[in-house]
C-alpha cells in the first residue's frame, strides 16, 4: 500500500508539473523584445546623410528632399589595394573607382532612415577601458559610420571587430560609450 501511495503522489506531481508547462508556453510574452541600448539618438527625419568608412572603400548615402519628394543618392568610393593598405587618408586624391547614382524616392528609401534611427545596440557594454577597447577592436578601427542631421549636427560611431559567436558588431559612439 504505500507503494501505491508513493506511486500516485509522483503522478500527481507530474500532472501538476505538465499543467504548469503547459500554462507557462500558452501564456502571452509580457514584452515581447528585451530593452535595447541606444548608441546615437535622434530623428529619422532629421538624418540627412549616412556616411561608411574603410581602408578599402567609402560608401555615401545622402537624403534630398523633404516630404514625399525624397531622393536618394549614393556614392561608392573603392580605393585600389596598395592605397587602402598604406591607409591613405580621405584627402588624398579622389580613386578612379567611383560610383554615384541617385534613386528616386520610395518608400524604402525613406524606410531606410527610418530604421537607423535611432541608432541601437543589443546591450551597453558602458565606456570600456583601453584593454577592453582593444580587446573589442575600436583601438584600432578604421572603419567608421557617420551620421549627418539636419542643423549641423554630426555624430562618428567607431566600429569595431565582431561579437564572438554573434556576428554583431562592437561599436562606440562619440561619448566613448
Known amino acids: 500500500m504505500i507503494g501505491d501511495r508513493g506511486l500516485i503522489s ?26 535595447r541600448a541606444v548608441i546615437v539618438p535622434g530623428e529619422a527625419t532629421l538624418l540627412q546623410e549616412i556616411a561608411l ?34 591607409n591613405v ?14 534613386f528616386p524616392g520610395s518608400e524604402q528609401a525613406r524606410g531606410l532612415f527610418e530604421k537607423l534611427m535611432p541608432l ?14 582593444s580587446a573589442f577592436g575600436l583601438a584600432r578601427s578604421s572603419q567608421k559610420l557617420t551620421l549627418t542631421f539636419a542643423k549641423d549636427r554630426r555624430e562618428v560611431v567607431a566600429v569595431g571587430d565582431s561579437a564572438y559567436g554573434a556576428g554583431d558588431l562592437y561599436v562606440r559612439n562619440g561619448a566613448g560609450e
Open 10 to 35: 509522483h503522478a500527481a506531481l507530474a500532472l501538476v508539473a505538465a499543467v504548469a508547462a503547459y500554462a507557462a508556453w500558452r501564456a502571452p510574452q509580457a514584452s515581447g523584445k528585451p530593452p
Open 53 to 86: 568608412h574603410e581602408d578599402a572603400y567609402d560608401v555615401t548615402v545622402v537624403r534630398r528632399g523633404t516630404g514625399a519628394q525624397q531622393d536618394v543618392d549614393v556614392t561608392v568610393i573603392k580605393r585600389p589595394k596598395a592605397a587602402a593598405e598604406e
Open 89 to 102: 587618408p580621405q584627402e588624398a586624391p579622389v580613386p578612379e573607382a567611383m560610383t554615384s547614382q541617385a
Open 120 to 133: 541601437e545596440g543589443n546591450r551597453a557594454l558602458g565606456r570600456p577601458t583601453d584593454e577592453e577597447a
